[in-house]
């Protein structure tokens, strides 16, 4: 299956991800790395986040997680489609259109964008961490508190951006931590799949079509 990867801001101190469901800052920079580094993949945010921004991010697979059903859903999903928007009830489900759009469209990486609720779902099973950490003492009422001991984790990559009039609010440090012990999943399509029935209806619409690309990401995948 496609990696899991979260790609996040905070503040240090206090690991602040957001306040009155908005980001308590503006870093113009780290906004157009989220954007070419999410671009293409599927995403996989909570209600709140998508309310936040308002919109379906182009150029991908936008998945929601809710409780709340919404009758825009598209269940007919067109996986040749640049921009989508799915709603999901559940993390398998949010996780099953995810992975099928990222082995059809042969990309690496499925992201989890937030917020709080949304990180800690998928803890147990991703594999790298894009960390931004904003240097600022901000207010925040949703927080990101993970840790990157050096038993499990190592730093790949680290920047540090100075304030500047450009767009950026404050200075910050990118940094990319990967898990030592990657974690491999080996899960069918199938078994992630837990929801309604008109699911069957739009998955039996896209795989057919694209049976060659699944068998052949499979038997690649067999070789690990």
């Not at 920079?29 to 599927?42: C, E, M, N, P, V």
């Amino acid at each position: 299956m496609p990696s899991i990867s979260y790609i996040v801001a905070r503040s240090y101190p206090g690991n602040v991800i957001g306040y009155k469901n908005r980001l308590p800052w503006h870093l113009k920079s780290d906004l157009k790395r989220f954007r070419q580094l999410t671009t293409g993949h599927a995403i996989i945010m909570g209600r709140a986040t998508y309310d936040s921004i308002g919109r379906p991010l182009p150029n991908r697979t936008n998945i929601v997680i809710s409780n709340r059903t919404n009758p825009a859903n598209a269940n007919d999903i067109n996986v040749i489609d640049d921009t989508i928007l799915y709603w999901a009830n559940t993390k398998e489900d949010a996780l099953f259109v995810a992975n099928l759009v990222s082995i059809l469209r042969k990309t690496g990486d499925v992201f989890i964008i937030g917020g709080q609720t949304v990180f800690s779902l998928y803890g147990d099973i991703v594999n790298r961490v894009y960390l931004t950490q904003v240097f600022a003492d901000v207010p925040g009422d949703a927080f990101f508190d993970m840790d990157f001991p050096t038993s499990d984790w190592k730093c790949t990559y680290e920047e540090d951006w100075p304030k500047n009039y450009s767009g950026d609010d404050h200075p910050f440090r990118f940094s990319i931590y990967v898990r030592k012990k990657y974690k491999y999943r080996y899960e069918l399509l199938s078994h992630f799949f837990t929801e309604q029935a008109d699911k069957l209806k739009w998955l039996k619409n896209q795989v057919p079509g694209a049976q060659k690309i699944i068998e052949a990401y499979v038997q690649e995948n067999l070789q690990l």
